[in-house]
């Protein structure tokens, strides 16, 4: 079987755009004056179908896997660092400890795939499907039942969470070499050259770019390009990035807000797309990476970032502090004054324009 049973995204509310856009129009502001912040206010609207929206309870997922593609020196970092810095995030430490601390994130690190025996803690969700991804230079990254198994995994997390009473729902990562497999997506998904697609990662010299591109290269033209998208993403993705692309299709399917991280959570986002495009509708882009094919994939899902502060962290950092913007968005859609609040009069048709 290479499909996933009932995934159904509705469309959004597009019935009540107009009465989203008066709503915004009528604050005590010039129109369009927030830019960005009304168009991201008027699509949560949309998303939760009323003029009065509420985010509950955001959680953070940053989920975890190794990558055996590493023994082809795609990375400069030693594996070890992912359950490392697995065990940091679960105390609170690292990027996106901090991060979803400050931003008021519930996180929970989720283990799809790490080469290492966590022990019990409250914040870790046991979702390993094996230890690391497979090397996808020499075989596929994942069986299509390994790859079903981690996409059901992430359905299933984000329905719980759903069921807690989370409206709102951040996706980052944790994988050494993890930049090889979104590279190897971008290009399979969004036909991309590799050259285009392939950039330093972790911090790979001039030399090592260009063997990372020869390694993705030679695994595409091994594998070949299938027809069917899951089929595609257990050839060359990540245990990690297929769990987040379940966890974002069963979000979507529940109408919450997706805020998707940098260059390896969208190419789960790019593969979550080509299972069912109506997942984007949902989705949020925190951040422009530094990551070159980042953009490339931004723009392939018609997406907008909202910040550009040269991250190129991951872990769910770009997700964590771009909602702050988003919660702003929300605020001012619901609390800021309208012009008849604010005795204030308009003798515009439409609202005060200034140019």
């Not at 329905?159 to 807690?164: L, S, T, Y």
């Not at 790019?270 to 495009?277: C, K």
């Not at 392939?300 to 770009?318: A, C, D, Q």
């Not at 012009?339 to 204030?344: L, M, P, S, T, Y």
Request: charged letters at 20%; one cysteine or more.
């Amino acid at each position: 079987m290479t499909k996933l049973d009932n995934i159904h995204i509705d469309a959004l509310r597009v019935d009540m755009e107009e009465q989203l856009q008066y709503k915004i129009d009528q604050k005590a502001k010039p129109i369009g004056s927030l830019g960005q912040m009304e168009d991201i206010a008027k699509k949560i609207g949309l998303i939760q179908g009323t003029l009065s929206p509420v985010l509950n309870k955001p959680v953070m997922l940053t989920v975890a896997a190794d990558h055996c593609i590493c023994e082809e020196g795609v990375s400069p970092c030693p594996v070890e660092i992912t359950w490392q810095q697995c065990l940091n995030f679960l105390n609170g430490g690292g990027g996106i400890g901090l991060f979803s601390k400050v931003y008021g994130f519930d996180l929970r690190v989720v283990d799809a795939g790490v080469d290492y025996d966590f022990p019990d803690h409250p914040k870790l969700i046991d979702a390993k499907v094996r230890k690391g991804t497979r090397n996808f230079y020499k075989e596929p990254a994942m069986t299509t039942d390994e790859c079903l198994q981690a996409l059901n995994n992430g359905r299933k997390i984000v329905a719980q969470i759903a069921e807690e009473g989370s409206n709102v729902v951040g996706f980052g990562e944790m994988g050494i070499g993890n930049t090889s497999p979104a590279s190897a997506l971008l290009s399979v998904f969004a036909g991309v050259d590799i050259e285009s697609a392939v950039g330093p990662g972790s911090g790979l010299d001039a030399e090592g770019v260009r063997n990372k591109a020869r390694i993705i290269k030679a695994a595409i033209e091994k594998h070949g390009i299938s027809d069917n998208a899951i089929e595609n993403l257990a050839r060359f993705g990540g245990l990690e990035i297929a769990t987040i692309a379940g966890g974002m299709l069963e979000a979507a399917s529940r109408r919450m807000v997706i805020i998707t991280d940098g260059f390896i959570t969208t190419s789960a986002l790019l593969a979550a797309h080509a299972i069912h495009s109506g997942v984007v509708d949902y989705a949020f882009f925190s951040h422009q990476s530094k990551e070159q094919g980042h953009k490339k994939m931004v723009d392939f899902l018609n997406g907008e970032p909202i910040l550009n502060l040269g991250f190129r962290l991951g872990e769910g950092t770009g997700s964590a502090v771009a909602y702050s913007v988003i919660k702003g968005a929300v605020a001012m859609l619901n609390e800021m004054t309208s012009f008849d609040e604010a005795a204030i009069y308009n003798t515009a048709n439409d609202g005060i324009r200034i140019e």
